[in-house]
């Protein structure tokens, strides 16, 4: 008995592979460019704005208000595909599910995001939840670091960064200033040690605001620890390791409130796959900084988190590398040249007090490239807080996700 041929894998003019901020931001413009054949590879039925979630854990924003269901964001005219990616094969251009779906794609835009590795530190992952050990990276416990906060009264607070790229670099040290102007409006900040764990040299790598955390930092008497990142966990005995990478000591804390940001990395399907940067030892994805397109399959477009650019990894990052890999991916349809310039803008804002934030702006040269040149965002501003409570949600949701911004 002859077998029954394989069933040919499913195509599409446009695969998208992710349903965060990039990937939909990249369906609905390229659905506004008037193109019809567009499948979105995700698997979650929820979608969260993440940067809100450093304001839920300082008890400054409810956490409902960064969640919308998948549905309410995938753009009209898109097909949705509810699975999760699990290989790519470049030279065939496909991509295989973890159903064993094959699909096949003209044009591939990568943008799944990175993982949590919780179990990249020993000891973090079983202590999580629970015993003062919280973390802001998981909608979960955001609400918790509120808690554990809101609770301290004395002891020993600790706030740590790992090596390596994260999502939104300022967030680890965010926390720890709306904590410490909290306990200072409570009047118990003398009677909490506030350690901040960083791995880099300096708290931010553009020197103006490098100046301006240094300052946020010394007003709070918090004890900073650069080139130092915690390296093992003991919940029970509420201990922390902290390496100091300069040096080669370790110290054992003993904590009261530990938040916690894990190590980071790519999908193993990626950092395993033929598209991993052998530049990078987490895995990211290879793309060329300018044009987001993959070195070597033109045809693939990487941003957001995955993508192994050297710049940080932030929602305005996206803003700026929408529109770039949508030019540049439809030039290739029409069989033209990428001539569309992405230069490395991202932007960080630096939460230094309950209703205070600096707006870190800049490019891949670390030049301070300010969207509002009129306003000094390098010194505290209440307006630039509200800014980043209701007006950057309202620009996400309203206009980013529908390829407006």
């Known amino acids: 008995m002859t077998p029954a041929p394989a069933a040919a894998p499913s195509h599409h003019q446009v695969l998208i592979v992710g349903g965060g901020s990039a990937g939909i931001t990249v369906a609905a413009r390229l659905r506004r460019a008037g193109v019809r054949d567009i499948a979105l590879l995700e698997p979650s039925e929820t979608h969260w704005y993440q940067p809100l979630w450093t304001l839920v854990g300082g008890g400054q924003a409810p956490l409902r208000a960064s969640l919308r269901t998948e549905a309410e964001v ?3 005219g898109v097909r949705w ?22 699909l096949s794609y003209g044009q591939l835009v990568l943008a799944p995001g990175l993982e949590l590795d919780w179990d990249g530190v020993p000891g973090l992952a ?9 973390s802001n990276y998981r909608p979960d416990l955001a609400p918790l670091t509120w808690d554990f906060i809101r609770r301290m009264r004395g002891g020993t607070a600790v706030f740590t960064m ?14 720890a200033y709306l904590a410490a102007d909290h306990w200072r409006k409570r009047g118990v900040l003398k009677s909490i040690r506030t350690i901040l764990v960083l791995p880099d040299p300096v708290m931010f790598k553009v020197p103006v605001f490098d100046r301006a955390l240094r300052e946020t930092a010394r007003r709070y008497g918090i004890e900073v620890r650069l080139n130092s990142e915690m390296t093992a966990v003991d919940g029970p005995a509420r201990e922390a390791v902290l390496t100091d990478h300069a040096t080669g000591t370790a110290e054992t804390v003993r904590y009261d409130l530990l938040h916690a940001v894990p190590p980071q990395r790519a999908p193993r399907w990626l950092a395993d796959g033929p598209l991993a940067d052998p530049q990078s030892p987490y895995g990211y994805v290879a793309a060329d900084r300018e044009t987001l397109q993959h ?9 957001g988190d995955v993508a192994n650019l050297p710049t940080s990894k932030t929602g305005a990052a996206i803003r700026k590398q929408a ?7 439809l030039a290739g349809l029409r069989g033209r040249p990428a001539s569309a310039r992405y230069d490395g803008y ?12 600096l707006l870190a702006e800049f490019d891949y040269d670390l030049r301070p490239t300010p969207s509002l040149p009129f306003i000094d965002t390098t010194r505290e501003r209440t307006d630039m807080w509200f800014l980043k409570r209701y007006g ?6 309203r206009a980013m996700l529908k390829g407006l911004a």
């Open 346 to 357: 991202t932007s960080c804002p630096l939460v230094t007090a309950r209703h205070k934030m």
């Open 81 to 102: 595909l509810r699975e999760r990616a699990t290989a790519v094969d470049p030279a065939a251009r496909t991509v295989t599910t973890a159903s064993g779906r094959v």
């Open 162 to 175: 790992p090596s390596g790229p994260v999502k939104c670099g300022g967030a680890p040290q965010k926390i």
């Open 323 to 329: 529109p770039v890999v949508v030019s540049n991916l």
């Open 392 to 397: 950057l949600p309202q620009l996400y949701f």
């Open 126 to 134: 079983p202590a999580l939840g629970h015993d003062g050990v919280t």
């Open 295 to 303: 070195p070597d399959f033109p045809n693939v477009f990487v941003l």
């Open 74 to 76: 995938i753009p009209p």
